[in-house]
């Protein structure tokens, strides 16, 4: 790789050093604070480190953690990646995840989906991969359309190989100005944001994964990867059984994208699915956590979307603790509570906690599910008779929880 010049060395070396005091002096995990620094020194440092590297961006509202992870076990098969794997996915994190590891050939960078078509331009990236949109931190969020709309003038008239899940219109359709597309029918579960045409506004047509607008001529593309339960098939019609460790259809979907990106990198599956199959826990998402006997699975939910893939995990023969904040990284508007449907939480042992925990009281009371209210998770915890017992819980909440438990991985 070509040697940084001195003042972006020296920005990317005090980034490193300020990442390393946060990390010994318990203030964080560095993964944000050195990039801050670094670009405060030298604002262009991203795009030089990014210059000689091949890097593939990864962006969604659900999933992108997972699936960069899951990439970068992939590509580990061709050599060292640096990746942004606690998912700090803007800039500064991009600035972090790159100088930590500033010999790396390859790059996976998780990026925000407001933040793609910036580091796109920033960072040239070869490969984008693209899964989903949906509502999320409706307070602060751009609407999706919107978003999907950026994407489309990122993506015109760039040489970017854009693997995209062609279940989602709102993906397609951003993804569908690029110079080439690799269709994934990667699925949609979650269908409350897109029954409406992004391209005329028409009403869209939907059966199962098939879609088409009834006004114009926007329609699914054909998949060359898609996913068929438990089984990934190739652009060859060649069937791979996902017998990933991560629980879940949503996982196995990222599973086949990243697939897909392995491959548009020269990995083939025989390579790359053993590599996946070796990732069991994502930034503590599916860890296992125990106190005193009780063994609690850590699942994320930020959105509706990702608790309607939370409840495909859970378990219903468990106990279930919920807990919910309102942060800014969450979103401090928690009107989305009211578009989950909790009624298939009904006859459960159901635990509620977190700084917001009366808004999602009032909801479940709604739902006529009934609920345990408790003052802490460490109290909700400790009402749990000894054994297994799920937790779900939004991202800050979520943070708090692992940080009870030494930062589970």
């Known amino acids: 790789m070509t040697q940084l010049p001195l003042r972006a060395q020296l920005a990317s070396a005090l980034g490193r050093s300020a990442a390393t005091l946060s990390k010994m002096t318990g203030r964080g995990d560095g993964s944000v604070i050195g990039g801050r620094v670094g670009l405060l020194l030298e604002p262009d440092l991203l795009r030089k480190l990014a210059r000689d590297r091949k890097l593939a961006l990864v962006s969604a509202t659900n999933g992108k953690t997972t699936t960069t992870r899951l990439i970068t076990s992939a590509l580990l098969e061709l050599g060292d990646v640096a990746t942004n794997a606690l998912g700090a996915n803007m800039p500064a994190g991009h600035v972090s995840a790159l100088s930590q590891n500033k010999t790396a050939p390859y790059g996976v960078l998780e990026v925000d989906e407001k933040y793609l078509p910036e580091v796109l331009d920033t960072t040239g990236a070869g490969v984008v991969c693209l899964m989903n949109l949906s509502r999320d931190q409706m307070d602060r969020a751009a609407e999706i359309w919107l978003l999907a709309q950026k994407w489309r003038r990122a993506l015109s ?133 125990e106190r005193d006997g009780r063994h609690a699975r850590l699942l994320l939910a930020k959105n509706p979307a990702g608790w309607l893939e939370a409840f495909d995990v859970a378990d219903p023969q468990l106990p279930i603790i919920l807990s919910v904040n309102a942060n800014g990284p969450d979103g401090r508007d928690t009107s989305w509570l009211w578009d989950v449907d909790y009624r298939i939480l009904r006859g459960r042992p159901v635990f509620v906690t977190g700084e917001r925990r009366l808004d999602l009281a009032l909801r479940l009371e709604v739902a006529d599910v009934p609920f345990t209210l408790c003052g802490s998770f460490t109290e909700a915890l400790a009402m749990q008779p000894p054994g297994r017992v799920d937790v779900i819980a939004n991202y800050t909440a979520f943070q708090q929880i692992r940080t009870e438990f030494g930062r589970a991985v």
């Open 157 to 289: 008239g760039k040489p970017t190989h854009v693997i995209a899940n062609c279940d989602d219109p709102l993906v397609t359709w951003g993804a569908s100005t690029a110079a080439k597309v690799t269709w994934v029918s990667g699925g949609q579960r979650w269908k409350e944001d897109s029954w409406c045409c992004p391209e005329c506004g028409g009403p869209l047509d939907r059966k199962d994964a098939d879609w088409a607008c009834k006004e114009c001529t926007f329609h699914r593309p054909e998949p060359q990867w898609a996913i068929d339960d438990e089984v990934a098939v190739d652009p060859r019609g060649q069937r791979w059984r996902l017998d990933i460790q991560l629980p879940g259809l949503a996982n196995r979907s990222n599973a086949v994208m990243a697939l897909a990106v392995a491959e548009a990198f020269g990995v083939p599956v025989e390579r790359a699915l053993p590599r996946l199959r070796q990732v069991t826990s994502v930034a503590g998402r599916y860890t296992t956590v």
